[in-house]
């Protein structure tokens, strides 16, 4: 049987219904004092705090933070098998203890608002946690939540049911304490580079903070005394949040450094030191042969053009960043970008070397950028659209159900049609425009998973109909699809159609959407597209 759309009726209503409809019920005052204040003062999380104080974790989770504690009650932690509490507080058991608790902190203060979305958020261990309605009730993981936005001075708690266990490590490859403690700094990187790129440097350096203290209580034959001192000596450090972050992140990848090769095994290649802006460890030191770029391999590249930038070295950057250029080829849109940034940059003034830096992190942030696909794709639909860039896509035949109007006219006159037909939610949704401009709205449509699927004709307002094989100029887009969006996408497709005069337009604009509303604004992807013909000889 097709698979129910409810979950997206769900999220369609969502914005119209209070909150307090569909979520456990907010602290009703602000408590003043810091999320280990407000804890131990509360009188429900007693356990929690005489395990944060065995942990050695009060000092950090007292800083600035923010923090985003999920906290459960001391009714949780008795709820556990018995003698699980007392084991977890012994000395010995220092790294385990450590593990659970940061399982229950997210770098950053997210509100439960945003983790009622339901999109997987990122623990300070770096395994994440996923927010679920079951019943009315709102669940995190499988701990049910009890109260929501308790604001601190660093933070906000929400009160869990249930204590949340990280999930296991694969019993088929069982890793050692080496591996897994490198493992854990690897997620750190993967939780911290984002929050620092984005400007929250507090938060990284939070996130950062807290996994080096559970690295650094690892046993001597895990961790040697010289790479322990610098991981507390860095967690001592006082320096303003961004410099704080980077302190942590060296000692951070000292302990990546200890994972030496085995025996026998061939030396690795140097690396340059990481640069602030990259997860990664090392990047590509040259691009792939002609032509064969990976969008990746490319991200990190561009990061060593930061790197050279912070290191004072122009010449470098300009180089990696001309080379990149040049390999994303004359009709890429982001070559064309960093070559005039490069270009501008060249001069030394400060100004366009800033301006450049920016656009670098930001052109590897959409690099490394994957869409979220919420719902299946109709039968040998192409894959999303880089980001930034305008390709020809080439798409089969499929069917489609479309309604006039847009927003949600448009929305709820197809989901009935689909409901009542029994016919399973596609993504993306397609929005097609009166005027070539995109300026007003015309139909919406509903894919089919297959053009097999149902039968063409009318059906309300609704029609079904079954579009040939056909092809597009598509330019893939970050964030909520907009007005100026539609804009950029057209001046970019005139420019497109200039390079390349074999195709002509064969239609309006129109926009493919892959998420709903309730993703958020920077994680949500759309696609403009240009339908086109063959230019005749």
Known sequence: MPRSPLVL???????????????????????RGTVIDVAAGDGRFSTLVAAVKA??????????????VLAPTDDAFRALPAGTVETLLKPENVAQLAAILTYHVIPGRVRAAELARGLPTKTVLGATVTARFDGGRLLLGS????????????????????????????????????????????????????????????ACAAAYELTALSVATLADDVVPADVREALLAAVASRAAPADRAWTLRAALDRVVAMEAPKAGASAPTPVPAPARTTATMSAPATLAPTGALDRAGLAGFLDRAVAALDARDRSEALAIV?????????????????????????????????????????VGDDLRFEPMRE??????????????????????????????????????????????????????????????????????????????????????????????????????????????????????????????????????????????PFVARERQYFEVQLPLTASRP
């Open 9 to 31: 009726v769900v999220l369609a209503l969502a914005a119209a219904i209070p909150v307090g409809h569909w979520m456990a019920r907010p602290a009703v005052a602000a408590p």
């Open 55 to 68: 942990a050695g974790l009060v000092e950090t989770l007292s800083g600035p933070g923010p923090f985003t």
């Open 143 to 202: 701990a049910p939540v009890l109260a929501t936005d308790l604001e601190t001075s660093n933070g906000v708690i929400h009160v869990i049911g249930a204590v949340l266990l990280p999930p296991a490590a694969p019993t088929a490859a069982p890793a050692s304490r080496l591996v897994r403690a490198v493992a854990v700094v690897h997620r750190a990187f993967d939780v911290g580079v984002p929050l620092y790129n984005g400007g929250n440097h507090a």
């Open 322 to 362: 001309d080379d990149a250029a040049r390999r994303l080829g004359a009709d890429s849109r982001v070559g064309a970008r960093l070559t005039a940034a490069s270009t501008a940059a060249a001069s030394g003034e400060v100004g366009a070397v800033n301006a450049l830096r920016r656009l670098l992190v930001e």
């Open 375 to 516: 719902a299946e794709t109709p039968a040998g639909w192409p894959t999303p659209t880089a980001v930034g860039d305008v390709e020809l896509k080439r798409y089969p035949a499929y069917r489609m159900a479309r309604a006039d109007g847009a927003g949600n006219t448009g929305f709820f006159t197809l989901f009935n049609h689909i409901k009542r037909n029994d016919i399973a939610m596609t993504a993306p949704v397609q929005m097609d425009y009166e005027r070539i401009d995109g300026s007003s709205s015309g139909a919406m449509g509903f894919l089919y998973g297959s053009p097999s699927t149902g039968r063409t004709g009318r059906d309300g307002a609704v029609e079904v109909v079954d579009v040939p094989p056909s092809q597009a100029a598509s330019l893939g887009v970050r964030g909520p699809l907009s007005s100026r969006a539609i804009e950029d996408a057209r001046a970019a497709f005139e420019g497109w159609l200039a390079r390349h005069p074999e195709w002509v337009a064969a239609g309006p604009v129109r926009s493919m959407g892959w998420n709903s």
